[in-house]
């Protein structure tokens, strides 16, 4: 979303500064201009990224043991990607976005495909937020299933304590089955066809539109940052291929230009005033905001292709590559993305949960609904420890154990049979109360 109101401002501002009509320039302006006037406007995107990292374990906080956790993460960020469909209606006053964010491929030998679902509007009218709850009643089973089956096998220790306690029984396929079968009930009855909603305060339309003096400060801000950009690498940052139109930018080009422009407004007492009007910050403000931005990633590349398909002033396609590199506490990342997105407009434009029949949750109702879902978890959890225990005792324990045990709890022995303190003796007795060797409060007797 970044990406697109960079590439929104770039493009309002080659529409002040362009002269002549059939130039890239003039006619990506068209284009956004044609995105920015639509009453009704949906944008499809597609975008995959890939992160790698350099860094020891220990400088991840991690230990020798957990080597298959981080060869895990590192497959993990190399395999992100996902969907999103923004949908704004200016009539309506509201917007929408549905998406997915998560992973895809190969993790660990495993073919895995986890797609976390977000679907949620913005009405400006009623002043409300609703989050839809529906798609997690698919979306939490299928992340049981990944975590029991890709996850729980690489760590020893969750795997060393379930299969002891299930005795042969293939730990993935019992957690699987019984984490599920305690929530899917739950999510069913009380998610599908729900939304989450929560009052919002809305100044003022969503697509208001700004006042003139306004328009008129960010079109000189703009086209004094695209003369800049122009004049500071001979116009080799756009291009024009058929329908597409290309622009390459790195992070200090496009920093810069808009420094050099608010000097540009300092200089310039009408336009000074005009930016300050509102008095929400000054222009010194501003450019010490944005010098002090490019301060802190001066250390990182960072380089955007963007590319724009415009027919006959139209938007129809996008296409953003990201590229980027940095270090941070020692631990050097490599970053790319790319994001493909499509157009479309007025009559072609669907909301998927604006408008539609929902029941209604509250904050509260979703709070004892997870209460609920962990109460249900742990009871499955201890029940599972309490008969690996019982069946733990009753194989293990030798009648010289359980006479001995019988002691204690009868009170018939005292630390000094075994050469400890009395402390010592409370707190052994303490352990063997939890673990369930002998009867609650049999600790009691040993306290001094």
């Known amino acids: ?67 298959a956790l981080l060869e895990i993460l590192e497959d993990l960020f190399k395999n992100i990607d996902g969907t999103g469909s923004f949908v704004y209606d200016k009539n309506e006053e509201a917007i929408e976005f549905d998406g997915s964010f998560g992973v895809t491929g190969d993790i660990q030998g495993e073919d895995i495909n986890l797609q976390v679902p977000f679907r949620f509007y913005v009405d400006s009218v009623a002043e409300e937020m609703a989050i839809d709850l529906d798609p997690y009643v698919t979306f939490f089973p299928e992340f049981v299933d990944v975590f029991a089956n890709n996850v729980i096998p690489h760590i020893p220790e969750v795997e060393e304590t379930l299969g002891s306690a299930l005795d042969g029984q293939d730990v993935g396929e019992w957690f699987s089955t019984e984490v599920n079968g305690v929530i899917r009930p739950i999510l069913e009855e009380n998610l599908q066809n729900a ?17 003139k003096n306004e328009e008129w400060v960010d079109k000189f801000i703009l086209e004094k940052a695209l003369l800049y950009m122009k004049d500071n690498t001979d116009g080799e940052y756009i291009s024009e291929e058929d329908s597409w139109i290309y622009l390459q930018l790195d992070k200090d080009l496009f920093f810069q230009s808009f420094i050099h422009a608010l000097h540009e407004v300092e200089a310039n007492e009408r336009m000074k005033e005009a930016f300050e009007e509102d008095g929400e910050t000054t222009v010194e403000e501003a450019i010490k905001e944005l010098e002090q931005s490019l301060e802190e990633i001066e250390d990182y590349t960072m380089d ?18 990201l590229t980027m590199s940095f270090e941070e506490d020692g631990i050097s990342f490599d970053v790319g993305m790319s994001v493909d997105s499509t157009y479309n407009y007025d009559d072609a434009v669907e909301f998927k949960l604006y408008g539609q029949e929902r029941t209604t949750l509250t904050e509260a109702e979703l709070d004892d609904l997870t209460y609920e879902i962990n109460w249900e978890l742990e009871s499955l959890v201890n029940d599972l420890l309490a008969d690996f225990q019982e069946d733990y005792y009753e194989e293990e324990l030798s009648e010289e154990d359980l006479a001995l045990l019988a002691a204690i709890e009868a009170q018939e022995v005292s630390h000094e049979d075994f050469g400890l303190t009395e402390e010592e003796m409370y707190y052994w007795v ?4 939890l673990a369930g060797l002998v009867e609650p409060g049999t600790s009691d007797l040993y306290l001094e």
């Open 1 to 67: 979303m970044s990406l697109g109101v960079i590439a929104v401002v770039i493009g309002v501002g080659f529409f002040v500064y362009s002269v002549i009509n059939n130039s890239p320039e003039m006619k990506l302006a068209k284009g956004f201009e044609s995105l920015l006037d639509a009453e009704r406007v949906q944008i499809d995107s597609d975008f995959e990224m890939d992160i790698a990292f350099d860094a020891e374990l220990a400088q991840l906080g991690f230990t020798a043991d957990d080597e």
């Open 195 to 211: 939304k989450l909603v929560e009052e919002i305060e809305i100044d003022g339309n969503l697509f208001e539109t700004r006042e």
């Open 304 to 321: 955007f292709d963007l590319g724009f398909k415009v027919e006959r002033g139209t938007l129809l396609e996008s296409k953003v590559e």
């Open 430 to 433: 303490l352990d063997l109360e």
